[in-house]
């Protein structure tokens, strides 16, 4: 767990992201786990959905905690066939994450942000872990993925 956490801390620290990264004791695999176990409002979160395409390239799809990404909506804003939910050991081989600590920046993907994301001044994200967060400037997060603003809930 502690690698996953450096592999994320180094990212921020070496790309200038002002974010704040917060180790928690219980598990914040979903949105409701870690909005009790910090005391925040669900609405602050967002979930990164990893799908691939059929050449098998990562498509991280962010949307609000509350939301649900649109496969076909991902498929039309990319002009592609419609990517399929990657299973736990893609997710771990394409981003260097666990399903359920997967953050919104720090690996090779292709970004797409829901603009609902944008309409937040700052959001938690997945931390590395599943034992972790990132709170971060919306704004932040974008410069760090470079993501696409495109409507990808369903």
Same mark, same amino acid.
């Given at each position: =767990?502690?690698?996953? *956490?450096?592999? /994320?801390?180094?990212?921020?620290?070496?790309?200038?992201?002002?974010? /704040? *990264?917060?180790?928690?004791?219980?598990?914040?695999?979903?949105?409701?786990?870690?909005?009790?176990? /910090?005391?925040?409002?669900?609405?602050? %979160? @967002?979930?990164?959905?990893?799908?691939?395409?059929?050449?098998?390239?990562?498509?991280?799809?962010?949307?609000?905690?509350?939301?649900?990404?649109? $496969?076909?909506?991902?498929?039309?804003?990319?002009? /592609?066939?419609?990517?399929?939910?990657?299973?736990?050991?893609?997710?771990?081989? *394409? $981003? #260097?994450?666990?399903?359920? !600590?997967?953050? +919104?920046? !720090? %690996?090779?993907?292709? %970004?797409?942000?829901?603009?609902? @994301? $944008?309409?937040?001044?700052?959001?938690?994200?997945? #931390? #590395? +872990?599943?034992?972790?967060?990132?709170?971060?400037? $919306?704004?932040? =997060?974008?410069?760090?993925?470079?993501?696409?603003?495109?409507?990808?809930?369903?």
């Amino acid at each position: =767990m502690e690698n996953y *956490h450096y592999a /994320i801390n180094s990212f921020i620290a070496e790309n200038n992201i002002g974010a /704040i *990264h917060l180790v928690l004791k219980e598990s914040c695999h979903s949105v409701q786990d870690a909005a009790i176990a /910090i005391n925040v409002s669900q609405h602050d %979160f @967002v979930k990164n959905i990893c799908l691939l395409d059929n050449k098998e390239q990562l498509i991280l799809a962010i949307v609000k905690g509350e939301d649900r990404v649109s $496969t076909t909506r991902v498929g039309k804003a990319l002009n /592609i066939e419609r990517p399929r939910l990657a299973t736990e050991d893609e997710i771990l081989a *394409h $981003t #260097g994450f666990p399903a359920g !600590g997967v953050p +919104s920046f !720090g %690996f090779k993907a292709i %970004f797409l942000v829901d603009p609902k @994301v $944008t309409q937040l001044p700052y959001i938690y994200t997945g #931390g #590395g +872990s599943q034992f972790s967060l990132i709170k971060v400037e $919306t704004n932040s =997060m974008l410069q760090a993925n470079k993501g696409q603003v495109i409507r990808i809930r369903k």
